[in-house]
Structures are given as C-alpha cells and as structure tokens.
C-alpha cells in the first residue's frame, strides 16, 4: 500500500483545504469544490501508480471540464486571470483569487506545474491535438506571455477606471471572449509549431505566477545520474522540453515540468522517478 502514498497525502492537502475555507468562509462549496478536485487529481495519479495510460487524462477532463462549464458558464465565474485581478482589485478573497492562491501562486511550491498537466481546461483541449511530442527546437519567444500577462492586468483596471456598468456581467463574457481567444491562438499556434503546448511555453499568462514557485516544488521529477545512458528517450519525449537527465533545480526548462511523467515511461533503465 505504501505506492498509494503519494495520492492519499495530495487529497489529504485538498481536504485540508477544502474544510479550512468551508469554516472560514461559512460555505458548503468551498468543501465540495475542493474534495472533488483533490479526489480527481488523487484518483489520476493512484491510476498512473497503476500503470494506466489515460489516467492523466482522466483528471484533467474531470477537473478541468468542472471548471469550465459548471464554474465557468454555468456559475458565471470567470476564473481567468481576467478574474483573478476583478476580485483582487475589489478587495474580495472569492472565487479565481482562492483558486488561484491555491493553485497557481502557493501550490506550485508543493506540485509544481502539476495545474498544467492535471487541470487546465485550455491545455485538455490543446492536448488532443497531433503534436504531442514537439517536432521542432523551442523558441526564445517567452516573452510574449510578460505582454499577456500585463496585458490582462491593463484591461480589467481599464474596465474599474472607467467605472464600466454591470462590471460583473462583463467580466463573464470576457471570460467566454478569453477562452475562445485563448483556444483560437492555442490550436493555431499547435498546427504552425507542430507543438500542442506552443501556447503553454510561449503565450499563457498564468505561467508568470507558475514559473518562480515551481522551482522549489517538492513534487518534481527526479533523475538518478548515475544510471542514466543518455540516450536521450526521456528528452525526445517530454512535451515541455525539460532537459529531464539533470537532477539539478536549474536544469533547462526546469520550472516548465507538467508533471506528465512521459519520461518516466519512456525511460529504458529506471533512471527517472
């Protein structure tokens, strides 16, 4: 039982969270919310422990689906970062702030980018795509996620310095307009690049929160150096092009890690863990 550890202790950290803000914010949803997410996450990674190939993508359509139609179109809230900086600026610890509090500003420091693998909905559409492994060398275009990001950031005090009316209703169609924007450039950016994740290492904003955070993560992937062969399986295989064959922190592309574990599997003499 000792391999199930692992799940057990994330869904133990979803719980904890799930019933702290259930009894400081007085609301039922705030358990339900994070019980789901942390079981599905847990349920994704007992099943990888298991050997099954789908049991990333199980979590991923699981959570990120919840969170796209039922938080996103069915509750209206926009949990872009459109939405973070709306709550934010209002001063109220609702909604996209917790998430991403909990998600993409503190939890990194214990999973990393694991939100890029096990739950976004914008990559779980990306991921279907033909290009799961990138055909071509990674480009010096990061910077454009800065410009996004700032971008984000300009619209929304935009929209509260023109004191703009039904600021609320707004902020819900942003977020419909941000996700078809965002699937748009992420799919086209797939096919020019022949990189399903063109969008997650070049555009994606939310990884300017991910980036700093990750690099201290407590889950990440080792590597046993003294093992490798360097044949180089692990790197042709990552979808992120993490030089996964160093164990060093500062590895290339280091803090890019999804946690997909494809150079686990791909690796011939166990040197990955």
């Not at 991403?100 to 980018?113: D, M």
């Not at 096990?118 to 910077?143: E, N, S």
């Not at 990001?149 to 935009?158: D, I, P, T």
């Not at 890690?257 to 599997?265: A, D, P, T």
Request: glycine fraction near 6%; aromatic fraction near 16%.
């Amino acid at each position: 039982m000792r391999k199930y550890l692992p799940p057990v202790l994330l869904f133990a950290l979803f719980e904890t969270i799930a019933i702290s803000l259930w009894l400081a914010k007085d609301n039922l949803f705030y358990l339900l919310n994070f019980t789901y997410i942390g079981g599905c996450v847990a349920v994704g990674l007992a099943l990888f422990i298991n050997g099954k190939n789908y049991a990333r993508r199980f979590a991923q359509l699981a959570v990120g689906s919840y969170m796209l139609v039922y938080l996103g179109l069915i509750c209206q809230e926009n949990m872009q970062i459109e939405g973070f900086w709306y709550y934010l600026f209002l001063g109220v610890f609702e909604a996209a702030v917790i998430h991403y509090v909990v998600a993409k500003i503190f939890g990194p420091l214990v999973f990393g980018r694991g939100w890029c693998g096990y739950a976004c909905w914008t990559a779980m559409v990306l991921d279907f795509l033909p290009y799961k492994r990138p055909q071509k060398p990674r480009r010096k275009i990061g910077f454009i996620r800065y410009i996004a990001f700032a971008l984000s950031l300009g619209a929304v005090a935009g929209l509260f310095l023109i004191k703009a009316a039904n600021l609320e209703q707004v902020m819900f169609w942003l977020f419909i307009a941000g996700n078809l924007l965002y699937y748009a450039v992420g799919i086209a950016l797939a096919f020019a690049l022949k990189d399903n994740r063109a969008f997650c290492k070049y555009i994606c904003p939310i990884t300017v929160f991910l980036k700093p955070m990750s690099y201290y993560s407590l889950l990440r992937v080792h590597c046993h150096e003294e093992r490798c062969v360097q044949c180089g399986k692990c790197l042709r295989v990552c979808p992120m092009d993490v030089e996964v064959n160093q164990e060093s922190r500062r590895r290339k592309n280091g803090t890019e890690c999804i946690l997909c574990y494809e150079c686990v599997k791909a690796c011939p003499v166990k040197a990955l863990r």
